[in-house]
C-alpha cells in the first residue's frame, strides 16, 4: 500500500510551485515515508504540541496544575489569533487547562505568550532536546499582530515534519503504554487529555477539510504569511489510521490567480484525502 500512496503523494506535491514536506505513519502496519521530512521548515503555531507536551509534563512533576488559575495578559494580546485578544486583560481569568484548549482548538496566541511565560523558553527547549528533537526550536513563547511578516528559518520558530509527527506520535502511544508515556514525562492518563484537547480543533480548513464525516482528526496548524502547515492523527471512527504532519513554505501570495494560501491548504487537504483512502478496507 505505502509505495503507490508514497507516489501519489509525491506526485501532488510536484504539481506545485513552493515548498512541501511530509511525514506519514501508517498506524496499522508501522511503515513509515517522508519528503524532505528532516528540512528545517517554520514551525508556526505546530510549535503548540511541542509547548503542550511540556507544560503536561510539568503538570506530572507536580510544578503546575490544571486548575491553576490562568491570567490573560495585556502584553500579549497585540495579535489576532484567537479570541481572548478581544477581552479585558485585569478581568479574564482561567484555568490553566481551559488555556491550553485556546491554545490549541483555536490557536488562542494571548494563552499562548502566558504559557510560554509560565513555564520558560529554556525549561521548554531543554525538554525539547531530552525527547531527541534536535531541529526544533522555539525562539520566542508569542507573535504579535506586527510580527507576521514573512518567516524566515533562521529567525523564527521552526521543525521538521518528521520531528512533530514523531511527537504527535508519542501522545497517541503513551495514550495506550505507560511506559511510552513515561518517556515523554507524562502518563497514559495525560496522553489522553492531549489526544481529547487536539481533537477540540476548530481551524479545519486543512488536515481534515475533504474528509468524509466519520473521520476525526486530532490536529494542530500553523499559519505565517508564508507558510502553512498542519500535523495530526487521523482516526476513523475510534481507529487510528495514520499520521501525517505537512509543512509548506515560500508560498507565493498569488498562484495562477489563485491566492497561495487557498492552494497550501487546499493541497494538504487532498495529501490528507489521498492517505485517508489507501485504508479502505478498515472498519
Not at 485556546?102 to 521548554?124: F, P, Y
Not at 520531528?163 to 503504554?177: N, P, Q, R, T, V
Request: proline letters at 4%; aromatic letters at 10%; one cysteine or more.
Amino acid at each position: 500500500m505505502e509505495k503507490p500512496l508514497e507516489q501519489r503523494l509525491k506526485d501532488l506535491c510536484d504539481e506545485q510551485p513552493f515548498h512541501i514536506g511530509f511525514s506519514f505513519i501508517n498506524l496499522q502496519t508501522g511503515g513509515f515515508f517522508n519528503r524532505f521530512g528532516d528540512e528545517i521548515v517554520p514551525s508556526a503555531s505546530t510549535r503548540k504540541i511541542f509547548i503542550l507536551a511540556c507544560v503536561l509534563a510539568d503538570i506530572k512533576a507536580g510544578k503546575l496544575n490544571l486548575t491553576d488559575h490562568f491570567f490573560i495578559q495585556k502584553k500579549y494580546q497585540d495579535n489576532n489569533s484567537g479570541i481572548f485578544h478581544y477581552f479585558d486583560p485585569n478581568a479574564c481569568v482561567i484555568s490553566l487547562h481551559d488555556a491550553l484548549v485556546a491554545m490549541v482548538a483555536i490557536s488562542d496566541n494571548a494563552c499562548t505568550g502566558g504559557i510560554v511565560e509560565m513555564i520558560g523558553l529554556d525549561r521548554l527547549n531543554k525538554y525539547i532536546t531530552s525527547l531527541g528533537f534536535n531541529q526544533t526550536l522555539l525562539r520566542y513563547g508569542n507573535l504579535s499582530a506586527s510580527a507576521h511578516t514573512p518567516a524566515r528559518v533562521e529567525t523564527t520558530n521552526v521543525t521538521t515534519p518528521n520531528e512533530a509527527a514523531a511527537m504527535i506520535h508519542w501522545f497517541l502511544k503513551g495514550s495506550i503504554d505507560e511506559k511510552e508515556a513515561v518517556h515523554i514525562g507524562l502518563d497514559s492518563e495525560l496522553c489522553n487529555l492531549a489526544l481529547k484537547i487536539l481533537l477540540m480543533q476548530q481551524i479545519n480548513y486543512r488536515l481534515p477539510f475533504h474528509l468524509p464525516v466519520e473521520a476525526r482528526v486530532a490536529h494542530k496548524t500553523g499559519t505565517r504569511s508564508n507558510a502553512y502547515n498542519d500535523v495530526g492523527i487521523v482516526y476513523k471512527g475510534e481507529h487510528p489510521l495514520f499520521i501525517l504532519a505537512v509543512y509548506t513554505f515560500e508560498v507565493p501570495e498569488m498562484i495562477e490567480n489563485m491566492p497561495g494560501k487557498y492552494v497550501a491548504s487546499d493541497l494538504i487537504a487532498r495529501l490528507c484525502r489521498s492517505c485517508y483512502d489507501s485504508f479502505e478496507d478498515v472498519s
